[in-house]
Nanobody, 118 residues
Framework: QVQLVESGGGLVQPGGSLRLSCAAS????????MSWYRQAPGKEREWVALITPSYGLTNYANSVKGRFTISKDNAKNTVYLQMDSLKPEDTAVYYC???????????WGQGTQVTVSS
């Protein structure tokens, strides 16, 4: 079955960095669009970044552009989100999403908490 397992969240001070990982299994990773979303308390889930299966093209929400970097390792079936210059408003639960390729529906991980606070 399809599984997405996020890790790497935690508490970090403003201006700090974290790297999130999402380990994928149960589908053809190289053919899926992989994305990161986040949901802050009391807010709707919002899209953060994506990486395409072909050529690894990336796209980012304006709120994180220049600070976050999405990447993937096809050999490890893992997608990453490098988060630098973190701000308190980046505090949220971060979710990994897989879609497309041989997937009939979108799949989500369980989420990992990121808290940016001094």
């Amino acid at each position: 079955q399809v599984q997405l397992v996020e890790s790497g969240g935690g508490l970090v001070q403003p201006g700090g960095s974290l790297r999130l990982s999402c380990a994928a299994s149960g589908f053809t990773f190289v053919s899926a669009v992989m994305s990161w979303y986040r949901q802050a308390p009391g807010k709707e889930r919002e899209w953060v970044a994506l990486i395409t299966p072909s050529y690894g093209l990336t796209n980012y929400a304006n709120s994180v552009k220049g600070r976050f970097t999405i990447s993937k390792d096809n050999a490890k079936n893992t997608v990453y989100l490098q988060m630098d210059s973190l701000k308190p408003e980046d505090t949220a639960v971060y979710y990994c999403q897989a879609r497309g390729g041989d997937l009939r529906i979108d799949y989500w991980g369980q989420g990992t908490q990121v808290t940016v606070s001094s």
